[in-house]
């Protein structure tokens, strides 16, 4: 059969079922084309290795992750952006497991294939851009101490309200919103009389 029956999609979706069911550092290129029936050539013939189709995933994952949380950003909608964490992991339990259990070296050990480079990079830039216009709108600045309270609030917080509930496989409840809710408006309050 040739390389054309199966597609890149049809890759990433074995290789994402793979990492849902057991974690990324179990999908190897032979679970990944037995996963499909799919013949080696087929593989090599869209991937250059395993890490190639492993770092597509990650960063499939994340950018899909943070078109909503960029597009609250851009709203001016911090709290919205905070909400994100939970709501998108509501929506999408199993891909949310695979961002926030396990981290980007879990998915490509050493270095990015330089073709993933550039994304992986500007996905963090983008990321970094929204907390430091958080920073800038909410605190008055975008000074070292504001940037964290930013981070803090808009990622680290809603991550550790949702990965206990991630590791058990289940959907985070209302709960973990209205929680996310009091401590954003508690720290924004705070930071906004500290303002630079």
């Known amino acids: 059969m040739g390389t054309s029956r199966f597609t890149n999609s049809d890759f990433l979706a074995a290789a994402r079922s793979e990492a849902w069911a057991k974690g ?114 909410t605190f008055g600045g975008a000074s070292q101490a504001n940037r964290r309270r930013a981070m803090f609030v808009l990622c680290e917080l809603p991550i550790a309200a949702v990965k206990g509930y991630l590791e058990r496989r289940e959907r985070p409840p209302a709960l973990v919103d209205e929680l996310i809710s009091l401590s954003y408006h508690a720290i924004v309050t705070a930071g906004s009389h500290e303002r630079e």
Not at 27 to 41: E, F, K, M, Q, Y
Not at 54 to 76: H, K, M, N, P, Y
Not at 90 to 96: E, F, G, M, Q, V
Request: charged share 25%; aromatic share 10%; proline share 4%.
């Open 24 to 137: 990324p550092d179990t999908v190897t290129v032979d679970s990944v084309i037995r996963h499909l029936r799919a013949p080696r050539g087929s593989f090599y013939h869209r991937y250059a290795s395993r890490d190639v189709l492993l770092g597509e995933l990650w960063l499939s994952t994340i950018l899909s992750f943070q078109e909503g949380f960029v597009a609250a950003i851009d709203r001016g909608d911090g709290l919205a952006a905070a909400l994100h964490t939970p709501r998108w992991a509501r929506d999408h339990l199993d891909d949310a497991r695979l961002l926030l259990i396990y981290s980007r070296r879990d998915f490509v050990d050493g270095t990015w294939p330089p073709a993933l480079q550039d994304g992986v990079r500007a996905q963090g830039e983008r990321i970094q851009a929204c907390v430091n216009r958080f920073a800038q709108r």
